[in-house]
C-alpha cells in the first residue's frame, strides 16, 4: 500500500506564502504523476498543479489561476512533491490534497490512486 501524508498548510496573509510538502511512502519504485489539488467550502475538487515525470525532465501543468504564483516540484528520490505558493490571495483559501497515479513496485503498477489526507489553506485579506 502506498500512504501520502501531506504538511505546511496554515493561516497566512494576503500576499504572503506558503510552501506545502507531500511524501509518498511504503513499497513504491516510482511514481509517475504527483500533483495538488484543492477543494474550497461548497465547491467542488480542483486540480491546481501536476508535475509528470519523464526521461527530459518531465512536464507540469498549473490551473490558470494559479500561474505565475504557484511552483510544484518534486524530490524523486525522496517519494515528495512540494508546492510553493506565492502572492496568496484569500480565494486560494481551501483544503489542499496530494495525489499520486502511476505509481509502481518493481515491476507491478499499483491500479489505484492515492491520496493524502489534505492540509488546510487559509488566506486571510
Known amino acids: 500500500q502506498v500512504q501520502l501524508v501531506e504538511s505546511g498548510g496554515g493561516l497566512v496573509q494576503a500576499g504572503g506564502s506558503l510552501r506545502l510538502s507531500c511524501a509518498a511512502s511504503?513499497?513504491?519504485?516510482?511514481?509517475?504523476?504527483m500533483g495538488w489539488y484543492r477543494q474550497a467550502p461548497g465547491k467542488q475538487r480542483e486540480l491546481v498543479a501536476i508535475a509528470v515525470s519523464g526521461m527530459r525532465g518531465g512536464r507540469t501543468t498549473y490551473a490558470d489561476s494559479v500561474k505565475g504564483r504557484f511552483t510544484i516540484s518534486r524530490d524523486n528520490g525522496k517519494n515528495t512533491v512540494f508546492l510553493q505558493m506565492s502572492s496568496l490571495k484569500p480565494e486560494d483559501t481551501a483544503v489542499y490534497y496530494c495525489?499520486?497515479?502511476?505509481?509502481?513496485?518493481?515491476?507491478?503498477?499499483?491500479?489505484?490512486?492515492?491520496w493524502g489526507q489534505g492540509t488546510r489553506v487559509t488566506v486571510s485579506s
Open positions: 511504503g513499497s513504491i519504485s516510482s511514481i509517475n504523476t
Open positions: 495525489k499520486a497515479e502511476g505509481v509502481t513496485s518493481g515491476s507491478y503498477t499499483y491500479t489505484d490512486d492515492y
